[in-house]
């Protein structure tokens, strides 16, 4: 099966075409909680991206290939719970209908000479996903991917009543710079859902000395929440925090994301975002050998709540 060139519709596409706003396209295809849209305006939505094909998979470069491997690349991607998890569903499934997975790190022209050396039924390059600028749309977007992920973070926080909340990254880009700015953008296209200020980012380093100043300024500009680009960059925020003296979730709240699975020793607890990738791996597995099972459990994510999020403190002013 030759792969496709045309262009990957994203929700400004829908948007642009069922006559709505980015916001809109967002919360209908999301199913957020709380939001009166009237049912012909979601049926509008909804219609717009089944007619322009707004992917919801991640299984998208098929190659017709003499093995029964589905090659995964990860382009330099890190390895959490995530990815771990995405990777033991993908491997079950294929496995229960006589196919194996093959993993590979690297990308570029080191990555088509493995493919071409294993001939793989099928290959879902996910560095390439999320390095691309649509992103978003690969891997099911406002439905069930990355955005749906980032905006289920957000409402955390603006449900508690923090209406300036900030994005915590690390210092460094770890080799992954595409996907710490895509975390950025739907960050800030959640808050704009959301009808909150624009996020405020602030670079957490490993250096336990270096995180003060940036997380003081973005307090001094009213920040009450901070989302994590992952846990580790959120658990640099409580102790920064602790540095500066500020009381968590008293003063400030703070939410990881991808639920490392530490998250219950560090002080106070985190609270974090936890992604179900089994169900994802499960998919995209079919997807890649053309399966398709009506009983099968859908994708999702969920909050895993501890001690770090609490309520917005009441302003003095």
């Known amino acids: 099966m030759a792969e496709s060139s045309r ?14 706003s980015a916001t809109t396209v967002s919360f209908v295809l999301n199913d957020t909680a709380g939001q009166t849209i009237p049912l012909g305006t979601r049926d509008r939505v909804r219609n717009a991206a089944q007619e322009l094909g707004y992917p919801t998979t ?25 990815l771990d998890s995405f990777l033991d569903g ?4 294929l496995a229960a209908h006589g196919h194996s997975v093959a993993v590979l790190p690297s990308s570029g022209e080191a990555l088509d000479r493995m493919i071409d050396a294993i001939s793989p039924r099928a290959v879902i390059d996910l560095g390439a996903i999320y390095a ?13 991917g990355l955005a749906s992920h980032t905006l289920t973070q957000a409402v955390h926080l603006v449900d508690r009543g923090h209406a300036r909340i900030a994005f915590a990254r690390p210092s460094d880009d770890h080799g992954i710079p595409a996907m710490i700015a895509l975390r950025e953008r739907h960050l800030r296209e959640s808050a704009r859902a959301l009808d909150i200020a624009p996020p405020v980012t602030v670079a957490m380093p490993e250096d336990p000395d270096a995180g003060t100043a940036g997380l003081a ?16 960059s959120a658990a640099r925020v409580l102790r920064a925090a602790r540095s500066l003296g500020i009381r968590v979730p008293d003063d400030l709240s703070v939410i990881g994301f ?14 974090t975002v936890r992604i179900e990738a089994v169900a994802y791996g499960r998919r995209a597995a079919r997807d890649a050998l053309g399966v398709v099972d009506a009983t099968a459990v859908a994708p999702s ?12 403190p009441q302003s003095t002013t």
């Open 258 to 271: 991808d639920d490392a699975g530490w998250g219950t020793y560090t002080s106070p607890a985190l609270t």
């Open 217 to 232: 300024e973005a307090i001094s500009r009213g920040i009450t929440g901070v989302a994590g680009f992952d846990d580790d």
């Open 58 to 82: 991640l299984a998208r470069a098929f190659r017709e290939g003499a093995t029964r491997t589905v090659v995964v690349a990860t382009g330099g991607l890190p390895r959490g719970t995530a």
């Open 7 to 20: 262009k990957t519709p994203t929700i400004r596409d829908i948007a642009r075409v069922s006559g709505v």
């Open 90 to 93: 993908l491997g079950s499934e």
């Open 301 to 312: 994510s969920h909050i895993i709540e501890r001690g770090s999020t609490g309520s917005a």
């Open 132 to 144: 691309g600028a649509e992103s978003d749309g690969l891997d099911g977007g406002w439905i069930d």
